[in-house]
């Protein structure tokens, strides 16, 4: 299968202690994007790497965060220190832009998601 | 500012008839539309697109939308559904190239036998 997998899907763990999750692009994409889901809520936008250069944050990503994608190619998501507000869905995301061209469509593709409960 | 609403929170069908649910979104620039369909615990899956052309779009599993550009709208149909559509539905825009996708905060479809 060449979608877009994550890794753990799922992570319980003590407040305070840190996490780490991983993503795997499809491979040829260049744009990579994270994702958070609360119960009953759509996926909120949290940042984006094209190729290794993360371009944009949202604020929602508080200082306790933070994201690689070292080589461009998978990228990891951690959370230090995590509080019960971090319990969520972190889905993934890729899609590949190829100059000012649309390849294959806009849309991205992905992943099964990590879900996370923080107790 | 930029924002996808859909206004029923949860909509419950009979198995056979049809569906409709709402979509309606605020953006600056060109609007390039989805809808994605999310079962328990499981990710996102691409139900349909626009970015240009004919308004009306088919997608998989017997699914279409209309894109109304007066109304701001790209809602949904379906003709029949069936027990399988039971999910939660996401009505997303986004920039070129896919950049930023924003969600709605999804409409949970129940089908009653």
């Known amino acids: 299968d060449t979608g877009v997998s994550q890794d753990p899907r799922h992570k319980i763990t003590k407040r305070g202690q840190n996490v780490t999750f991983r993503c795997d692009p499809i491979s040829e994409h260049n744009r990579l994007y994270w994702y958070r889901q609360t119960l009953g809520q759509g996926p909120e936008f949290l940042t984006y790497f094209q190729n290794e250069a993360q371009l944009e944050k949202s604020r929602l990503l508080s200082d306790r965060f933070s994201a690689e994608r070292p080589k461009g190619s998978f990228s990891t998501l951690e959370i230090q220190r995590t509080e019960q507000g971090d319990s969520a869905m972190y889905l993934c995301?890729?899609?590949?832009?190829?100059?000012?061209?649309?390849?294959?469509?806009?849309?991205?593709?992905f992943g099964q998601g990590t879900r996370l409960t923080v107790v | 500012a930029q924002s996808v609403t859909q206004p029923d929170i949860h909509i419950t069908v009979s198995e056979g008839a049809s569906l409709e649910l709402r979509c309606n979104y605020s953006y600056g620039a060109t609007p390039y539309l989805f809808w994605y369909v999310q079962s328990p615990g499981q990710g996102l899956q691409l139900l349909l697109k626009?970015?240009?052309?004919?308004?009306l779009v088919q997608g998989i599993k017997g699914f279409e939308a209309e894109f109304k550009r007066s109304q701001s709208s790209f809602n949904l149909r379906k003709p029949s559904v069936h027990w399988s559509d039971a999910a939660e539905y996401f009505c997303?825009?986004?920039?070129?190239?896919?950049?930023?996708?924003?969600f709605g905060a999804g409409t949970r479809l129940f089908v009653k036998a």
């Open positions: 626009y970015f240009s052309g004919d308004t």
């Open positions: 997303a825009v986004a920039g070129f190239g896919g950049f930023k996708t924003i």
């Open positions: 995301a890729s899609s590949l832009l190829r100059g000012a061209t649309v390849v294959g469509g806009t849309e991205a593709f």
